[in-house]
């Protein structure tokens, strides 16, 4: 029999270069900080620090003019423990595989956190979108999907939107899908339109999530919503829901800044202007109810909560220092460095983590999957009150852990989320 040395730990895979790890560098710091707390299921622990399963594929279209253009994409499958894939598809021009591992592998922590019947996965694009006519990007969605149609499927792993990617270009992957299985496949993707198996509720479930946990955070901190001082970064999807859920509890969003620029305004920006002001130019820059911000200034505006709602590696050594909120709300994947963690806990500042703040999308695109496998939908008040009951109780089970141990919500849902997807896989065994 070889012995176990012959399986030496191997933390990092040969296509990843060790001096520019990425966000799959973040998590993996992440992982280490929560295997102490782990008990006998910290023998698995190698399992999170390896995707099952990564996909990387050429996607050649044809331009408008004619030529031909390759893009690279993306599917990773962090795990599969509890359940088949399940995360976003973005397209951006930054995108790597190092990006993709990670936001796969805070899937499967996010998940596990909510206690939804998945594992994690995530998909993109490196193409900026906003490059492309609409004929372009459909022949880019259309031919990514078939190329990632071997791993993907309604029991295997199901995409959603994510930065840059909606309701239509989750049409688009449906339709194609189904145009290669041969039946229409609605539980192939969520976050689809209305008319086409989605939700109600799905556009909004992120930024919901984001306000219920903020809610439940403030009960246990004291802090009054009422009157409480809000900046936003990013006002797209989550950010803007978010921003006008704390604006319609009386909260007084003072600072917003996207990526045409920031704005503020002392007394409270008006949120259903300025979100019809983006609406209307793609960007809150000449918001004309405001003061023009400049963007460095942003992070040091004073307010009591924050919420970066764009992208990862947001919050730094550079900036944490500065930030005066007293609760951070990240509404973003992946915003807060370690680094800035540190300080950002060091100062004071109550961090409530990605991985359970964001996690209302996945919530009802779990609850979109069901009412597509059952075809029967729910209205959206049933939507909005299982969401917000599912996203009370996970951040209550989180907050009593962060007691328990006395470390940060990042950590205490790091240990409820590793626990439960470690058990799963003890249980299930090795195969073969
Ligand atoms: N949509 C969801 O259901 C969902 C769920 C979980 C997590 N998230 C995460 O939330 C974040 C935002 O997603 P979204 O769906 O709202 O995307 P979105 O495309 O609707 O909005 C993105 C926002 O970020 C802003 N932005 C982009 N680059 C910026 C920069 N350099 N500086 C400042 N602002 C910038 C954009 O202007 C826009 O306002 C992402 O990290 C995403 O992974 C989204």
Not at 235 to 244: D, K, Q, S, W
């Amino acid at each position: 029999m070889p012995s176990s040395s012959a399986t030496p730990a191997h933390p990092l895979p040969s296509y990843l270069d060790p001096q520019h790890l990425g966000p799959w560098g973040v998590y993996l710091q992440q992982i280490d900080r929560v295997t102490p707390y782990l008990g006998s299921l910290a023998r698995w622990v190698e399992t999170l620090k390896r995707p099952k399963r990564a996909l990387i594929v050429d996607v050649p279209i044809e331009m408008d003019n004619g030529t031909i253009a390759h893009f690279e994409g993306y599917r990773v499958q962090h795990n599969t423990s509890r359940g088949p894939g399940k995360g976003g598809v973005r397209f951006h021009q930054d995108v790597t595989l190092s990006e993709v591992m990670a936001l796969s592998a805070w899937m499967s922590i996010k998940n596990a956190a909510v206690n939804v019947p998945y594992g994690g996965a995530k998909g993109g694009i490196r193409v900026d979108p906003k490059k492309l006519s609409r004929g372009e990007l459909e022949r880019l969605t259309r031919r990514y999907t078939s190329e990632i149609g071997i791993i993907i499927g309604p029991t295997k792993d199901i995409p959603a939107p994510d930065v840059n990617t909606n309701g239509q270009v989750m049409a688009w992957m449906m339709d194609t899908y189904s145009m290669n299985v041969g039946e229409t496949s609605t539980g192939v993707v969520t976050g689809k339109p209305i008319d086409l198996g989605g939700s109600l509720g799905r556009m909004e479930a992120t930024g919901r999530g984001v306000f219920t946990v903020g809610v439940e955070a403030a009960k246990h901190t004291g802090m009054r919503i009422e009157g409480a001082r809000v900046a936003v970064q990013g006002f797209g999807n989550v950010g803007g829901t978010a921003g006008r859920l704390f604006a319609e509890a009386g909260a007084r969003v003072v600072a917003v800044q996207d990526h045409t620029g920031s704005v503020f305004n002392d007394g409270g920006l008006d949120v259903p202007a300025l979100l019809a002001h983006v609406q209307e130019t793609g960007g809150v820059a000449g918001f004309s109810g405001a003061d023009k911000l400049a963007d460095d200034e942003f992070w040091g505006v004073a307010c009591d909560i924050l919420i970066p709602a764009a992208l990862e590696g947001q919050i730094t050594e550079a900036n944490a220092g500065r930030i005066r909120a007293k609760m951070v709300i990240e509404g973003a994947n992946g915003p807060t460095t370690p680094e800035a963690d540190d300080i950002l806990q060091s100062n004071g500042v109550l961090v409530l983590p990605d991985v359970i703040a964001n996690a209302g999308g996945v919530t009802v695109s779990y609850f979109e999957w069901v009412q597509d496998f059952t075809s029967f939908f729910w209205t959206e008040d049933e939507i909005n009150d299982r969401l917000v009951r599912i996203m009370q109780n996970a951040f209550a089970g989180v907050w009593q852990v962060a007691q328990e141990h006395q470390v940060s919500l990042r950590t205490a849902t790091f240990i409820v989320a590793c626990k439960r997807i470690l058990h799963a896989r003890e249980m299930r065994g090795l195969y073969p």
